[in-house]
Structure formats: C-alpha cells, structure tokens
C-alpha cells in the first residue's frame, strides 16, 4: 500500500528468517506497536526479535493519519458512566503517559520525524450539548480541554472540544529509527503459535514469551478475539492547495465524521468509514474528492489511501494477557481509530508486564475483562458472524469460512465478519486469516 508515508521515507530492508532460532521474546507484527514494544523489551535487557508477514510499517502504521492524540472521539463521559471514575482516570493516565513518552523519545534518540506539537479538536455540526458533556468529563480527569466554536475548518460548527499539548508526526521516519535497533525478520509469516514455539513459512522460533502485534490476533483458540472485535475501513486523501491547518480535527457526527491535519504541504482529509465487507456500491473517494472540492475549488488530490482498524465492544483497546491460563502471551490490539497513542500505550504496558514491574493501568485494557454493557455487542457481532457462515455460494474466507463481498473501491475481497482482506488473485492482505482465499481460476 502506497501512502503519503511510504512516499516521503525508505525504510532499511531486513532478510527473511533463515532458520529456527531462539529468542526470549519473539514479537509478531513489525508495525508501530510491535517495534516500540521490542524497542523497549531490548532497552530492558531482552533478548528479543520480530517477526513480519511482510515490510516493517507496511500494513496499519502506513495508512495511519499519524495523530499522537488523547481526543478519542466522545469516550471519557461514556467511561465516567459505563467503567466508572476510576477505570476513566487509569485510561487516561496510560494515554497521557503514551503521549508524553513520545516526545521524550524523540529527543533521546534524535528522530527527525516531522514531529510537533499543536491541539486537537474534536467538532459537532449539530450537537453542542453532547461536547459540553464531554468537556465536563475530560476536565474532571485532569485534562486540558476547552469547549468552543472557533476552529480552523472551513465551516461553522455547533460545538468543539480543544485538547491543548497533543502531536503530530511522520509515522514512517519515526518507526525507521527504532527499527534498525532491532533484530527484524520481514517476508516472514506466522503460520502458527504452540506452547513456546512460533511456526512461520521459513522456519520455526522457540521463544520464551510472544506478544501478538499483528492489528488482529491470527489465533483463534484461546482467547476467541474474534468473537469479541470488528474491523472498520477509513478513506484518506493527500491535497495540495487545499487549506494549512495548524491543529488537528475529527467530526464526531455519523455521517460526517472527518478527518483533518496537515503533513508540510499537503492537508490530509479523511472519512466516509465503513465496517469491513459492507461495501459493495463502492464510490469512497468519489464522495471524499466532492467534499474536499465544496471546501477548497483549486485543490487537487495527489494521493489516497485507505487504512482498517479493530473495534473492541467497549472501545477499549485489549492489552495484556492473551489469556488468563497462559502466562506467556501477551496481545496487543483493538486500538480503534486510536493506534498512535494506543500503540505506545500498549509497548510501556506489555513491557512491564514481561519485566514483571507494575503496571498500574493494565486493568482497564485486561483482555480478560467482561463489560457487562458490552454483551449487546457481542450478539451483534455473533449474528454478523452468523450471517456470513449461512450465506449460500461465494467465495469463503479461509479464516473461518464466512462468504467475502467484493469491495469495488479497492478491488478486495472483504470478510464482513471478521475483517481479512484479500486482493482480486486472493493474495492475503490483512488478517486474521493467515492463508490465501481460493478465488475461482485462480
């Protein structure tokens, strides 16, 4: 997937594993969670390495928006009411500390990775009592946050929530720094996990702990993540003479709920989100480009991208234990819309936990955890799953058989249950599934 990320860096290369190897902690997935996570296991004396089914930063972390934010769209009144006060506190500690350590680690390691810092706004167009709910709850956590109506967007807004101190940055420049610290397997695909051996397709790894970094967990059994999560895609366009914006912007109305930040000369414009597999009239970055045109006439689209993210029933990211009987895989996943931060928040966490320190925000993301609330969720998420193992004829995902739909934007076969992506030759792009889907000729 090319992006504006890929474009403006060049990562180094890294061999294929040759041969079974040991380590004391192996990482699948070399995107932005996996590298800081074995960035800072080797900072505390592990011996650890990294396994990625492709190039390091090319699947998630490549199509990011690259906002280092704690505007989580409208979470922290719903934490104050559904997790209480003080899970809401503990989840903001650990994103606070993610944000912080950025900025720290860039200056340690001298990053230059178009790093700043600016505001984040999150904006209604119709609501303004909803945002004014969420800036009593943010500042009763300890945020620095402000109700008003005067952004830079090039429209009038009912109400907007400012985060004063969050960042933004280059993804790429930053994960290419840590990255060639580390010992990194690429055109390596896990196939695989047993009790401390991990099989892939050019060898096995003998590890004494793994933590799953992989955007979506690939093993079904335990921990049954896919019962518990969905996968949505978001649509991102490059501009050039569009509109310079200092801060960083999301809508949190349905239906327009955009994306705004700039990245030197190009504003960056996202949305028209969907859930994976539900998209079979296509048209995404049609509606994107009109939109932009009513904002900005003479602007001009010089790339455009897509991304997809995990969605947990909470919108808590499940960070920890993989599951509660083993105690020596570790998960790291649905991150939301908020993988930047999460990422960082979940390497600290994960960390610690392997270096048997306190962690003492690892409680609210417990994979282990039951939100009574979320159990809605759950059922819809079982008859989504439901609907696609009973639909008759197609082509099946390999995952776990669910029937793909044809993704005309992109030219993908999409599992609407799961969210694995594969292209028109059914080549794997994304996971869960770890196999090839068996396209008809082909």
């Not at 650990?94 to 340690?108: C, D, P, S, V």
């Not at 099946?396 to 030759?425: A, I, M, Q, V, Y």
């Amino acid at each position: 997937m090319d992006t504006i990320w890929t474009k403006t860096s060049k990562l180094p290369a890294f061999s294929p594993l040759a041969q079974s190897v040991r380590a004391e902690v192996a990482v699948i997935g070399g995107g932005m969670a996996g590298i800081l996570t074995a960035f800072f296991l080797k900072r505390a004396g592990k011996d650890v390495i990294v396994l990625e089914g492709n190039r390091v930063g090319s699947g998630q972390t490549a199509g990011t928006t690259a906002k280092i934010t704690i505007s989580h769209n409208l979470i922290y009144e719903k934490l104050f009411r559904e997790a209480g006060e003080e899970k809401a506190r503990k989840y903001v500690s650990a994103n606070k500390r993610a944000l912080k350590m950025y900025g720290r680690l860039i200056q340690e390691e001298q990053i230059d990775c178009d790093f700043r810092e600016c505001s984040s706004y999150l904006y209604s167009l119709t609501d303004a009592e909803q945002i004014k709910r969420e800036v009593e709850a943010a500042v009763r956590l300890g945020i620095e946050a402000e109700f008003t109506t005067k952004t830079e967007l090039p429209f009038s807004v009912m109400g907007s929530i400012c985060y004063q101190k969050q960042a933004a940055f280059h993804p790429l420049l930053f994960l290419k720094a840590l990255a060639e610290q580390l010992v990194i397997y690429e055109h390596t695909k896990v196939t695989g996990v047993e009790e401390g051996k991990i099989y892939t397709d050019h060898g096995n790894v003998l590890a004494d702990a793994v933590v799953f970094a992989s955007h979506y967990p690939i093993m079904n059994t335990p921990g049954y993540y896919f019962a518990r999560m969905h996968q949505e895609r978001s649509y991102v366009l490059a501009l050039k003479q569009a509109q310079p914006f200092e801060h960083l912007y999301l809508g949190v109305d349905p239906g327009e709920d955009f994306s705004f930040r700039n990245f030197r000369e190009f504003t960056l414009f996202g949305g028209e989100g969907h859930r994976t597999g539900e998209n079979e009239t296509g048209g995404q970055y049609k509606k994107l480009e009109r939109r932009a045109k009513e904002y900005w006439r003479d602007c001009e689209t010089i790339d455009r991208w897509s991304a997809q993210d995990c969605m947990t029933l909470d919108a808590i990211p499940y960070i920890g234990l993989y599951t509660g009987k083993n105690k020596k895989w570790y998960v790291e996943t649905g991150f939301g819309k908020w993988g930047m931060t999460s990422s960082m928040a979940a390497a600290l966490m994960i960390t610690e936990q392997i270096c048997q320190k306190e962690s003492g925000n690892a409680a609210v993301f417990s994979p282990q955890r039951v939100p009574i609330r979320a159990l809605k969720a759950a059922a819809v998420e079982g008859a989504k799953s439901a609907k696609g193992l009973a639909a008759p004829g197609g082509i099946r995902c390999p995952h776990l058989g669910c029937k793909l739909t044809w993704n005309p934007e992109e030219e993908t076969w999409d599992c609407p249950c799961h969210g694995s992506r594969f292209d028109k030759e059914g080549n794997l792009i994304d996971n869960p599934a770890v196999r090839n889907a068996a396209v008809e000729g082909k």
